[in-house]
């Protein structure tokens, strides 16, 4: 059955009277708060460790090959044979002074760290055998004494003086020798003019033959054919010279060579004023 709005009314009113008093009020209190919790500590990424291989095995590195190097040898082993064309040789002709070879030998035997007697001893290993006795029966040689040794070779063998050396008869026959062949070349005329200057310059500046002896030698070092071809092309050139007067050496090299290298055309040039 339905109730009508008044009786509803009534029906709360009675029902709110039953309802037990309502508790005094309690002093406030904080609503409970929730346990405060620390904060988690932020954890970083780890790093991912791998495992390191091992190192590869290390190449033993290839050792560049060491030139070996010998010590010199010193002494009498470091001297040349006497084949070399190192060594000097004294062969006893007077055209070899001997002091020239005693100086040679002495250097050589230095650099190879010989002392005196050693020097004696080897010495004569570089000396013709037609001069062994020689060398073998003086005081210095059976003393060892290279020193002495030294000064009596140099008294042994004397050289010639300048004047057996050099002479007017030595340039006439050398002149004679080489008139018996005909020159074919301008070489031989170079040759003959270098070999006369080596014997009669000497003679020369000592005046131990004159300027015009000189010049008549060299002229006469020529085959007698070709001083008549020759006369005929220095005349042709100074025909103002003297009869009997020697040509210069300068003139007759000068048309020799014109002569033998085949330069007609210099024959023919005008002679200077």
Not at 23 to 34: E, F, G, I, N, V
């Amino acid at each position: 059955m339905l109730l009508s709005g008044d009786e509803l009314s009534d029906s709360d009113d009675k029902q709110l009277e039953q309802l037990p008093p309502p508790l005094p009020p309690c002093p406030y209190q904080a609503p409970p708060q929730p346990p405060r919790q620390r904060p988690r500590a932020r954890l970083l990424p780890q790093p991912q460790f791998t495992r390191a291989l091992p190192p590869p095995p290390l190449q033993p590195i290839p050792q560049a090959p060491q030139a070996v190097v010998y010590a010199s040898p010193q002494g009498i082993a470091a001297m040349p044979s006497k084949q070399s064309k190192l060594m000097p040789f004294y062969s006893g002709e007077v055209k070899h002074p001997i002091k020239d070879f005693l100086d040679e030998y002495e250097e050589l035997a230095d650099k190879c760290g010989l002392m005196g007697p050693q020097k004696v001893e080897m010495v004569i290993r570089y000396v013709d055998r037609s001069q062994h006795h020689v060398w073998q029966a003086l005081p210095g040689y059976t003393d060892r004494n290279w020193d002495d040794f030294h000064d009596k070779l140099c008294k042994e063998y004397v050289n010639p003086t300048t004047e057996g050396q050099f002479s007017k008869q030595k340039l006439l026959d050398f002149a004679n020798k080489y008139a018996r062949k005909r020159m074919s070349n301008e070489t031989d005329v170079i040759n003959y003019q270098r070999k006369f200057n080596s014997l009669g310059k000497t003679l020369l500046e000592s005046g131990r033959i004159t300027k015009g002896e000189y010049n008549t030698i060299f002229w006469h070092g020529f085959h007698p054919e070709d001083r008549q071809e020759l006369h005929e092309c220095l005349i042709a050139k100074h025909p103002d010279k003297l009869k009997g007067q020697a040509f210069s050496i300068k003139e007759v090299l000068k048309i020799t060579r014109a002569v033998f290298s085949g330069d007609d055309d210099f024959l023919y040039q005008e002679p200077p004023p």
